[in-house]
């Protein structure tokens, strides 16, 4: 079953950002056996990168819509990769990793942001299995940063 993920997008009003570069030795997307595996992707709103810390300069709402444009990332990187968004059948697996406070214990929910945007895009395939932790860092001082792995049709 495809998608029409532009016109979920444009509903939400949403948009894809650019796909950003990998900022060390890695590469955004591996495709293989089925699947699409995505390195970790940070937020960016309206080009800036958002950072801070959940539950110390940082708040819920903040960290979930964080989570949210790292899915849109994560979109963004495999529309990149495979050319068209119409080849992803299901989203597999998030894994969420929240820069938090020690006092924290919302991951989960900073987490829904991303779940709920693919469930809205992809329906029941939008569904997942997913991990969700706090961290005391992340790169560039970002609040979230979530990798994936899609199932893709050939």
């Known amino acids: 079953m495809a998608y029409d993920i532009p016109a979920k ?14 900022v060390a030795a890695y590469v955004a997307a591996v495709e293989a056996g089925g699947l699409l595996h ?10 800036e990168l958002m950072t801070g810390r959940a539950g110390e300069d940082r708040d819920l709402a903040f960290a979930t819509r964080a989570a949210e444009r790292c899915g849109l990332m994560i979109l963004a990187q495999a529309e990149k990769a495979l050319g068209s968004l119409d080849r992803i059948e299901r ?11 020690a006092t924290f214990t919302d991951q989960p929910k ?21 991990s969700a932790v706090g961290v005391p860092v992340l790169p ?3 609040v979230v940063e979530i990798d994936a792995i899609l199932a893709i049709r050939a």
């Open 140 to 142: 560039l001082g970002a």
């Open 38 to 47: 995505l390195s970790g992707q940070l937020p960016f709103d309206d080009g």
């Open 9 to 22: 997008l444009a509903e939400l009003g949403l948009t894809l950002p650019v796909a950003a570069a990998p």
């Open 91 to 101: 989203v597999v697996k998030l894994g969420v990793f929240v820069n938090s406070a």
């Open 110 to 130: 900073v987490a829904n942001g991303a779940s709920e945007l693919m469930v809205a895009l992809f329906g029941d395939a939008g569904r997942h299995a997913r």
